[in-house]
């Protein structure tokens, strides 16, 4: 019994943990189509916090304005950001 209650436990935890994921993928993917930000490079992680990385051309108002948007986010439990040595697509 006590093995079948573990297994339960840890389903449900697998489960909240995809549902939370999902829910920042969408919230990430919207801010960054709002702001129309491409040169960037991110990764989700299982328990939905976010590794975010901006390209070097990015300037830095805008840099902290999608941040600051991205940290204010209710399904975004937490932001890991930096701004990176290269860029991420073509920059003009």
């Known amino acids: 019994m006590r093995q079948l209650l573990v297994s339960a436990l840890l389903a449900f935890a697998s489960l ?9 993928e969408d919230a990430v993917t919207n ?7 491409e040169n960037v490079s991110y990764s989700l ?12 051309a990015v300037p830095e108002p805008e840099y902290i304005r ?11 439990p937490g932001v890991l950001a930096g701004r990176g040595s290269k860029n991420y697509c073509a920059v003009p």
């Open 31 to 37: 801010i960054l189509f709002d702001e129309n930000m």
């Open 16 to 24: 909240t943990a995809l549902a939370g994921q999902s829910e920042s």
């Open 45 to 56: 992680r299982g328990d939905g916090f976010v590794d975010i990385s901006f390209g070097i």
């Open 66 to 76: 999608i941040v600051e948007r991205l940290r204010g986010h209710p399904d975004i």
